[in-house]
């Protein structure tokens, strides 16, 4: 194994260099304080590996990103969501039995006990559904108090793990039927999954409803897209807070809050109201731009820019693809598509964005295709969260079967140093 030094103080460190099976290389530090006093500071990790984990690569210098070894091209060309779910989850791809017994398994558990209907009912329509997103899974645990403990048994684990699966796109359709102030569709079992989700989002009782096959296909893709992306903010949050024992439910709940925010899966939503800002605006792509390009403009470009990838990132290329071909079979004309493009073309070729590496995201590109497919806003980061759902459970299982120590970062302190305290009134 090589070794990196570490000179500090007139000694030398010696620490041991890991290796991964993609010749990523990392200086492991486990020793360092205890033999030195030093500690490292990276806020935000940016340059920190968490773990080590043998469930997806991404190299974002050359726009890599394969799940368990799979390119995501061909993934998201000849796969199905469960079939992915199934990879990441359980590390390789499905005998045809195994994979009959998982979507069958899947959808014998997509019903969720009446009571929860109690509980969404006590949300407003106002409240948004990612919020009842978290709610309704955190309330999985009162349901099945046996899958609190994770050490409990494997069963239950993976009993734990197909419920998940199963019902988080019931919770998701229910969340907008909440918003809606419509009464919630049950699960029909004699449909595939993404049929499955787009009948309870979209059917009313009184009617017939068949999902479309050209929205189903592109549900699908979707959904493979956003699968995993191995530690970024939401994943991370699910491996630490499943590291101090919590339950899987409790887990990906937390996962689904660290989704939210505009920064990361929010980042769909914030796109559409961006490029609608725009247009309404009079379509001047030249002024947001400048916006954000301003210090003292707080405005950024909202799908642009990515943590890991520099040059592109290929789920955006997909996407983009995708969109224009979903368009058009939806024989849907969206305005803000060619504002989108636009966008795009500018900022390419504006040195602010070349120099800094920013290119369209994941995200600049899914909320097009959300919308041609009837989603309505709001519920794009719900469509995240359920896309991404078997990279966090594969996430969590595996920081399990590590048996990873609990996540606890340190700090460097910078406050007061000691002082004496001083009564009220003397203050
Ligand atoms: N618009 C304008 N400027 C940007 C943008 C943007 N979208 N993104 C980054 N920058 C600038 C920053 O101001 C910073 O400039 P500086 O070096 O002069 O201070 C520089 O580029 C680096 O940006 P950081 O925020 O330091 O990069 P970081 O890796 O921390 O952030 C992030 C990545 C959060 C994705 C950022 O690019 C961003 O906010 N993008 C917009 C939100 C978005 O699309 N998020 C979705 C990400 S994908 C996902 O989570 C699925």
């Not at 019903?111 to 006590?122: P, R, S």
């Amino acid at each position: 194994m090589s070794k990196a030094e570490i000179r500090f103080d007139g000694q030398v460190y010696e620490m041991p260099v890991f290796e991964g099976t993609e010749n990523e290389k990392a200086i492991e530090i486990k020793t360092l304080r205890s033999v030195s006093g030093l500690v490292t500071l990276d806020p935000g990790y940016k340059n920190t590996g968490a773990t080590t984990s043998a469930i997806t690569f991404l190299d974002g210098e050359k726009g890599i990103l394969r799940y368990r070894g799979y390119p995501i091209e061909q993934l998201a060309e000849k796969s199905t969501f469960l079939e992915v779910a199934y990879l990441l989850i359980y590390g390789d791809l499905p005998s045809k039995q195994k994979y009959e017994e998982f979507t069958q398994n899947i959808r014998e558990h997509t019903l969720v006990h009446e009571d929860f209907k109690t509980i969404l009912d006590g949300f407003p329509s106002a409240a948004h559904p990612m919020g009842v997103l978290s709610s309704m899974v955190t309330a999985l645990t009162a349901f099945y108090p046996e899958a609190l403990d994770p050490n409990r048994s494997w069963e239950s684990v993976d009993m734990g793990i197909i419920r998940m699966m199963a019902k988080l796109p019931t919770f998701a359709a229910w969340a907008h039927k909440n918003a809606k102030g419509h009464p919630v569709i049950y699960p029909d079992n004699r449909l595939d999954y993404c049929s499955n989700f787009l009948k309870m989002m979209f059917a009313l009782p009184s009617e017939d409803y068949e999902a479309d096959p050209v929205v189903s296909a592109a549900l699908e893709k979707l959904l493979i897209l956003h699968a995993d992306h191995e530690q970024n903010c939401s994943t991370s949050t699910v491996r630490i807070v499943g590291s101090s024992q919590a339950s899987l439910a409790s887990s990906i709940s937390a996962g689904i809050s660290a989704l939210w925010g505009p920064l990361h899966g929010g980042a769909n939503q914030a796109v559409i109201e961006m490029l609608e800002a725009i247009k309404n605006d009079g379509g001047d792509t030249k002024k947001y731009l400048n916006k954000a390009k301003d210090k003292d403009d707080t405005f950024r470009l909202m799908g642009f820019g990515h943590r890991v990838y520099k040059n592109f990132d290929p789920r955006a290329k997909i996407i983009k693809k995708a969109a224009d071909s979903v368009l058009l079979k939806l024989g849907v004309n969206d305005p803000i598509l060619e504002i989108a493009k636009g966008l795009e073309e500018a900022a390419l070729e504006d040195p602010y964005f070349v120099e800094k590496k920013l290119y369209p995201n994941v995200d600049f590109y899914s909320g097009i295709i959300y919308r041609a497919l009837g989603i309505p806003t709001n519920m794009f980061t719900v469509m995240f969260a359920l896309g991404r759902l078997p990279g966090w459970i594969a996430q969590w299982k595996e920081m399990r079967e590590n048996n990873e120590p609990i996540g606890r970062p340190r700090q460097i302190y910078t406050g007061a140093n000691e002082r004496d305290y001083v009564d009220v009134n003397a203050r």
